[in-house]
């Protein structure tokens, strides 16, 4: 059975997973991006030797492939700058790692190009060959898959849709992130007593998180609708931006933020009907993505295949 290592790196963790050639992962482990970004030696090193344990344990495994979350060299080698991990930026990845592990083979795309592999070859939905994927994490991401090829725009970097300006000041990652769900929410709690008796507003305001929101909208909770509504409302406006100079009617949202989506959808699609016309909407598909948060992890692999 042919194996792959696929590591999806990520603001908050980075993903290392083994997959078969079916797109099956057979194991999964996560350390947080921070600690490996504070080692002694930097990140990565610390990476190649997670990694030099993991190959270790699996000899037959040669082939890595490797999703970062930002801008990345045309010739898919080097980082160029990393919103989220600013320390990684600049660095000849590649280089590094082979020179660190010689005998593997690695390869390197975005995370949301990556995370849109997993699904084309993989999903459980019948995807037609030309689609958009929005994946709503730390930050937002975004990757295209058009007539069955993945589009990188002219230079390598492409679809980077949560960095297209939202208004005057602001690009939609400052609406649309975990950091941006977690602001509403305070700002909320502080200009209005509408919100007093929500279970957030129990939360010391330096320890909310996406998590705690998230759990708040479980029980029902009239601050946790209204943030996800109020996300939900500035997706679709992303939406109606990508979806204008893509010509995409298929559409898959993923990363963790999107386990919410039933209290995104509603805003969302109103903003949508309310700025296209028949010739988008008709047919228009918005779904989440089915395999949910492991297609980083798959799709980085299948860079091997």
Not at 106 to 127: I, M, Q, T
Not at 149 to 164: C, P, T
Not at 273 to 290: F, G, H, M, P, R
């Amino acid at each position: 059975m042919e194996r792959y290592i696929g590591v999806d790196i990520g603001g908050t963790n980075t993903k290392f997973g083994i997959v078969t050639r079916e797109g099956e992962l057979l194991y999964k482990i996560k350390y947080p991006t921070a600690e490996l970004v504070a080692s002694e030696d930097g990140y990565i090193t610390a990476f190649s030797k997670v990694l030099k344990q993991i190959l270790l344990e699996y000899p037959d495994i040669h082939k890595v492939g490797i999703g970062i979350p930002g801008l990345i060299s045309n010739d898919r080698r080097s980082l160029l700058r990393l919103a989220n991990i600013p320390s990684l930026s600049g660095a000849s990845l590649l280089d590094e790692l082979e020179a660190l592990l010689p005998s593997v083979q690695f390869s390197l795309e975005n995370d949301a190009n990556a995370a849109c592999l997993g699904e084309f070859y993989f999903s459980e939905h019948n995807l037609p060959d030309t689609f958009l994927m929005v994946t709503l994490g730390t930050g937002i991401g975004g990757a295209a898959i058009i007539h069955g090829k993945l589009f990188n725009g002219g230079h390598g970097n492409g679809v980077e849709v949560g960095h297209m300006l939202a208004d005057k000041n602001s690009v939609y990652e400052d609406y649309i992130s975990k950091k941006a769900l977690v602001q509403y929410a305070l700002d909320k709690l502080q200009n209005s007593e509408k919100y007093q008796d929500s279970i957030l507003a129990q939360i010391p305001a330096d320890e909310l998180t996406t998590k705690d929101i998230e759990s708040a909208l479980k029980e029902k909770d009239k601050l946790a609708k209204k943030v996800f509504a109020h996300f939900g409302k500035w997706l679709g406006k992303n939406l109606v931006s990508s979806i204008r100079v893509l010509d995409i009617h298929t559409i898959l949202l993923g990363g963790g933020v999107s386990k919410a989506f039933k209290y995104m959808e509603e805003p969302m699609m109103n903003e949508i009907k309310t700025y296209l016309d028949d010739y988008y909407t008709n047919d228009l598909v918005i779904q989440k993505a089915s395999l949910k948060n492991e297609a980083g992890i798959i799709g980085a692999a299948t860079l091997n295949f």
